[in-house]
């Protein structure tokens, strides 16, 4: 019996989650020039990073000799003042991702059980699977979350909850009245995650006030990112705001510096630039548009989307994907969410949309 089989059968059982192809690596493959790429896979943020960041990065570059403020100090200070969520209530992460795993150790167990939706986050099973815990995947509603059935799936082995909102990769969304009343349903022992990566990109008209609902769901977490609309997927900085009990708990099993200087000095910075932020979301409603209505003209289906991404039926999605690649053109197939017929496309600037429109056109015409 080899090493690898000595560990847990959940482990052997996980698949690795697969990052959209970094742009060095087609250039590898395909024999590309970097800059030619058109890389729309990962819904990062086309403009860049905040100024206001990148001041604040130069500054921090100076002290990277001493390890980093293991507690967080100023972001918490800046994320409290922000949302109100006093500091205990707040945990900081290596992006949230990192923030769903420590979830998943804290409040499952081997045996225990996640619900979450299908074509959900994939990390969200992951996180699950790697505790030896069950992911209960309650079918989707118009590739969305189906909250009436996913609270018939609670049973006495359920730990927690995951929902996504916006979703990624369906970009689906669910109003603040249906999920304020799945809460109202949930036993008080369930956590209930609510995954807001792509919050910021909401249209004033859809925002509700998730965070105003702590102080009455105390088995609520709420985990946002940096990673998309602040542009800081480099860097790895994500949160959770939460009851201070459970984020005590969180705290007990997170790593002591999981959050670099320079992530926490450029999160700390970008979270005040609102220009930028403004900006941000303005370029993707553009992007949103100019790529649906080629869609529209092209006579393809895509689903309406909250995000920074649209999600297009293109029919067998791995050849288009390929085909894509070999024009310089990175997008995301999404048949491990069991959508093999479709493709998550992130929003870029104007001229890669139009890079990746025309690509498309030429692909589905050959």
């Given at each position: 019996?080899?090493?690898?089989?000595?560990?847990?059968?959940?482990?052997?059982?996980?698949?690795?989650y697969?990052?959209?192809?970094?742009?060095?690596?087609?250039?590898?493959?395909?024999?590309?020039?970097?800059?030619?790429?058109?890389?729309?896979?990962?819904?990062?943020?086309?403009?860049?990073?905040?100024?206001?960041?990148?001041?604040a990065?130069?500054?921090?570059?100076?002290?990277?000799?001493?390890?980093?403020?293991?507690?967080?100090f100023?972001?918490?200070?800046?994320?409290?003042?922000?949302?109100?969520?006093?500091?205990?209530?707040?945990?900081?992460?290596?992006?949230?991702?990192?923030?769903?795993?420590?979830?998943?150790?804290?409040?499952?167990?081997?045996?225990?059980?996640?619900?979450?939706s299908?074509?959900?986050?994939?990390?969200?099973?992951?996180?699950?699977?790697?505790?030896?815990?069950?992911?209960?995947?309650v079918?989707?509603?118009?590739?969305?979350?189906?909250?009436?059935?996913?609270?018939?799936?609670?049973?006495?082995?359920?730990?927690?909850?995951?929902?996504?909102?916006?979703?990624?990769?369906?970009?689906?969304?669910?109003?603040?009245?249906?999920?304020?009343?799945?809460?109202?349903?949930?036993?008080?022992?369930?956590?209930?995650?609510?995954?807001?990566?792509?919050?910021?990109?909401?249209?004033d008209?859809?925002?509700?006030?998730?965070?105003?609902?702590?102080?009455?769901?105390?088995?609520?977490?709420?985990?946002?990112?940096?990673?998309?609309?602040?542009?800081?997927?480099?860097?790895?900085?994500?949160?959770?705001?939460?009851?201070?009990?459970?984020?005590?708990?969180?705290?007990r099993?997170?790593?002591?510096?999981?959050?670099?200087?320079?992530?926490?000095?450029?999160?700390?910075?970008?979270?005040?630039?609102?220009?930028?932020?403004?900006?941000?979301?303005?370029?993707?409603?553009?992007?949103?548009?100019?790529?649906?209505?080629?869609?529209?003209?092209?006579?393809?289906?895509?689903?309406?989307?909250?995000?920074?991404?649209?999600t297009?039926?293109?029919?067998?999605?791995?050849?288009?994907?390929?085909?894509?690649?070999?024009?310089?053109?990175?997008?995301?197939?999404?048949?491990?969410?069991?959508?093999?017929?479709?493709?998550?496309?992130s929003?870029?600037?104007?001229?890669?949309?139009?890079?990746?429109?025309?690509?498309?056109?030429?692909?589905?015409?050959g």
């Amino acid at each position: 019996m080899s090493i690898a089989e000595q560990a847990p059968a959940y482990i052997r059982a996980i698949s690795p989650y697969q990052p959209g192809k970094p742009i060095s690596e087609l250039a590898r493959d395909m024999g590309l020039v970097e800059a030619s790429i058109v890389k729309l896979a990962s819904n990062e943020n086309p403009l860049g990073i905040s100024p206001k960041a990148k001041e604040a990065i130069a500054r921090a570059v100076q002290d990277l000799a001493r390890y980093p403020d293991g507690n967080g100090f100023e972001l918490k200070a800046a994320l409290s003042e922000r949302t109100g969520v006093p500091m205990s209530g707040i945990v900081l992460g290596n992006g949230s991702n990192d923030v769903l795993e420590l979830v998943a150790r804290t409040f499952l167990t081997p045996g225990a059980e996640a619900v979450l939706s299908q074509h959900a986050f994939a990390v969200y099973p992951l996180a699950t699977m790697a505790v030896g815990a069950k992911p209960v995947v309650v079918p989707a509603k118009d590739f969305g979350h189906d909250l009436d059935a996913m609270a018939a799936a609670v049973t006495d082995k359920t730990g927690v909850v995951f929902i996504a909102n916006p979703n990624n990769p369906t970009g689906s969304f669910l109003p603040g009245d249906r999920l304020q009343a799945f809460l109202e349903k949930m036993p008080e022992r369930v956590l209930v995650v609510l995954d807001e990566a792509y919050t910021e990109y909401l249209p004033d008209a859809d925002r509700y006030d998730a965070i105003g609902w702590l102080t009455r769901f105390p088995n609520l977490l709420v985990t946002r990112t940096f990673s998309k609309a602040y542009g800081l997927a480099g860097l790895r900085v994500g949160y959770g705001l939460g009851d201070a009990g459970v984020v005590d708990l969180l705290n007990r099993v997170r790593q002591p510096f999981n959050v670099n200087s320079l992530a926490l000095a450029a999160a700390t910075a970008a979270l005040g630039d609102e220009e930028f932020l403004a900006k941000s979301a303005a370029l993707n409603q553009r992007g949103m548009n100019q790529l649906t209505r080629a869609f529209e003209a092209m006579s393809l289906s895509w689903l309406p989307s909250w995000g920074n991404f649209v999600t297009v039926k293109v029919g067998d999605g791995d050849t288009v994907y390929r085909a894509l690649l070999a024009e310089g053109v990175i997008v995301r197939p999404i048949a491990s969410y069991g959508m093999p017929e479709w493709l998550r496309v992130s929003i870029g600037l104007p001229e890669e949309n139009a890079r990746f429109i025309d690509a498309l056109k030429r692909v589905l015409v050959g």
